[in-house]
């Protein structure tokens, strides 16, 4: 059997047409959808990028495995200590370890663990594929790679590919020949129902990538990313963002229909399991945040899912799922050995016969690159609760009514009480399982998001570095951007920012 893994970085799922977008971003992958199972609730353990990523080849929650964050020592794993042997856990329990067991010849197309310095990234991968451009790589450059790989294999049999794509991913990068393939096409449509309102409150928010420094604490544009706007103070500006982040889905969309056809070609379209997903969302106005995935919330967590499975289901399910779910699900679908290890639970359930019951009915979500939160999610329910703000003075605790404000508009935590005491213990008691089986199967009991805390916080919202040079270049831009709040409008924002911040 041979398996394509498609991983679009920064893909929402809600903006893909079998997920119900209004906008025709995505008609080779809806199409590739209506053949397999499509998950609608799934979501990453661990945001964003290189916590997601961590988790979902390790089989396990960033608590465990230690990395949680982009930088300080969230970003690499925990050390086992007396533990390790001659080989390390993620070369012996990673997902691609196990099906190189299997007898898999597994490659990889990716920049990634470079972009990070996730050396264990590649853990029980035959082949890898450096594309070279640290993630700024648009799909005509990852093609050429894609395309001879698959030149050379496709016909082969056990094989697991795989394969990045990164347009979505901030600065929109699609080449402006491209043209505009949403020009004439409306926004969505709660933003079309008040774009003056909504931005004129949007304007009022202060934190890294708000609606007047979408380049995080500025708005100087890139004339490199003409499709990336620096500000949005206008219904232009607004449709310049988010037909940016659409045509990179749709671009990234005309080359997944490009390797439909090689298979197709070869004959081996119909034997290939074909999976596509996403390290994260992005979001796009929700919690009053664009282009970034910077919060533990459904925009920035919720991922596709998709899994097109020979002889398989078609359908959708509903149930919530994480993505350290894959794992155990592909073992038991290959015939696999389960990793102790592992905290994802096995939804073959689905794939193979349509399950509406496999799954979860609570899941919980975290944040240690840009904020420190942990979410969780559950009914029609999103409690959110934050260690770090990133600067974003979001309150200690905040909750949404996903099914009538998926947007995340509206902070019903005053009025819901009960409501938020109930996703209080339902956090409490996640983080007590998490802790007792740290205490069981690890080197330490630390968790690492308060090791992020300690060190100053978030990297992308850092105050300090404790024994570095740039100490005092990270406060002076602290008050540059507090004075920036001051001229802009904002002078509340920059008064608490003051105030918290001593």
């Keep these: 059997m041979r ?7 920064s893909c929402r799922p809600d903006h893909l047409g079998c997920y119900g ?91 990634f663990g470079q972009r990070h310095a996730a050396h264990w990234f590649y853990a029980g991968f035959n082949e890898i594929h450096n594309t070279g451009m640290g993630g700024m790589e648009s799909a005509e450059h990852v093609w050429p790679v894609a395309e001879k790989w698959l030149t050379d294999n496709v016909a082969k049999d056990s094989w697991f590919l795989h394969l990045n794509f990164w347009d979505p991913h901030t600065p929109y990068r699609v080449p402006a020949g491209y043209g505009d393939p ?24 202060t934190g890294p990538h708000s609606s007047l420094e979408i380049g995080m604490y500025h708005d100087r544009e890139e004339p490199g990313f003409p499709r990336h706007p620096g500000k949005l103070t206008d219904r232009a500006q607004l449709r310049r963002m988010i037909d940016g982040y659409d045509t990179g889905v749709r671009y990234t969309d005309d080359h997944v229909g490009r390797i439909v056809a090689m298979l197709k070609a070869a004959g081996v379209y119909e034997d290939t399991v074909i999976i596509i997903s996403a390290d994260h969302g992005e979001n796009l106005g929700e919690l009053g945040i664009y282009g970034e995935h910077g919060t533990a919330d459904t925009a920035t967590c919720r991922i596709p899912m998709i899994v097109k499975w020979p002889g398989g289901a078609k359908g959708v399910n509903s149930k919530l799922h994480y993505n350290v779910d894959l794992a155990p699900t592909l073992m ?61 003075l979001f309150p200690q605790e905040m909750l949404y009514d996903v099914e009538s404000d998926p947007e995340l508009q509206h902070d019903l935590a005053g009025a819901h009480v009960n409501v938020v005491r109930e996703g209080a213990w339902r956090l409490a008691r996640w983080h007590d399982a998490q802790m007792q089986r740290m205490a069981v199967n690890s080197n330490d009991v630390v968790d690492p998001l308060w090791s992020v805390v300690h060190e100053g916080g978030p990297l992308h919202a850092r105050l300090r570095r404790p024994g570095q040079p740039d100490h005092d270049q990270d406060v002076r831009a602290l008050k540059d951007y507090i004075e920036r709040l001051e001229k802009t409008g904002r002078g509340d924002g920059a008064a608490e920012l003051r105030k918290r911040l001593g």
């Design 3 to 9: 398996i394509l893994y498609i991983d679009i970085d």
């Design 182 to 205: 949403f020009k004439d096409d409306p926004l969505p449509a709660w933003m079309e129902q008040d774009v003056e309102g909504l931005l004129a409150r949007h304007n009022r928010k």
């Design 332 to 392: 038991e679908l290959l015939g696999g050995k389960r990793q102790e290890l592992w905290d994802g639970r096995s939804f073959a359930p689905a794939v193979l016969r349509g399950d509406a019951d496999s799954g979860r009915d609570e899941i919980v979500f975290s944040q240690c690159a840009h904020v420190c939160q942990r979410s969780v999610r559950w009914d029609r329910w999103l409690y959110m609760r934050t260690y770090h703000d990133g600067f974003h």
């Design 21 to 111: 977008y209004h906008r025709n971003t995505s008609p080779h992958i809806d199409a590739i959808a209506r053949e397999g199972m499509l998950f609608r609730q799934c979501h990453t353990s661990d945001a964003p990028c290189l916590p997601s990523r961590t988790a979902m080849y390790s089989g396990r929650f960033g608590i465990h495995t230690g990395v949680v964050g982009h930088g300080g020592t969230a970003a690499y794993p925990k050390g086992e200590g007396m533990r390790r042997g001659f080989r390390d856990c993620f070369d012996q329990q990673s997902l691609s370890r196990q099906l190189q067991d299997l007898g898999y010849h597994t490659a990889m197309i990716s920049p």
